[in-house]
């Protein structure tokens, strides 16, 4: 399926802006970093966890624990609209028991990735808390999932999608506003 991109949303300054200020709202928020942990949800919500996570330790001078977890398993259209899944490694490599964990995601739409990285979550133990942080909120949410964390607001209509891109998959950081085309400009 091809896409055409509609507008160019955050640019690679922009991303650096957003992760910078993600860091510094949950550090205040937690009063700190004691007990916090951060777990990015694959793909593109690890490679934010991650630049979170290194963000926070330049502000703090400490190491936040930061995991990765992959909830294809977990999704309620695992056998319905997932054809040939790809399964990804999960990798919490600390108890989360007690611990104040903050998941990321790249793009918050119908709530479902969320609701299924809950599920997830719980099989690797009981946290004291759980937050929310994603790099973009869409809106049309389907379940009673809302972010604590948002770095930017993107209404959309439901034929457009939010594309966010990254150095670590995309050799590009930028998040764009895309639409169904034929013969359009990405894929």
């Known amino acids: ?34 007990d916090l942990v951060i777990i990015g949800l694959r793909t ?73 990285a809950l599920d997830a979550l719980m099989d690797y133990g009981r946290p004291a808390r759980i937050s929310l942080a994603v790099l973009v909120d869409r809106g049309h949410r389907e379940l009673p999932i809302k972010p604590d964390f948002v770095g930017k607001n993107i209404p959309t209509s439901i034929g457009e999608e939010v594309r966010v891109r990254l150095k670590e998959v995309d050799d590009e950081d930028c998040v764009y506003l895309v639409e169904q085309a034929e013969g359009g400009d990405i894929e």
């Open 1 to 34: 399926m091809k896409f055409r991109i509609k507008a160019t949303i955050v640019n690679s300054d922009d991303l650096q802006r957003i992760i910078t200020r993600l860091a510094y709202e949950i550090v205040e928020r937690n009063r700190g970093t004691k």
């Open 44 to 116: 593109r919500g690890a490679f934010i966890a991650e630049r979170i996570a290194k963000r926070i330790s330049e502000i703090e001078k400490v190491d936040v624990p930061t995991g990765f977890l992959d909830v294809t398993l977990y999704r309620d259209d695992f056998r319905t609209r997932l054809k040939q899944p790809e399964v990804q490694v999960t990798n919490i490599p600390f108890q989360i028991d007690e611990k104040i964990v903050t998941l990321v995601d790249d793009v918050l739409f119908t709530g479902r990735t969320i609701r299924a």
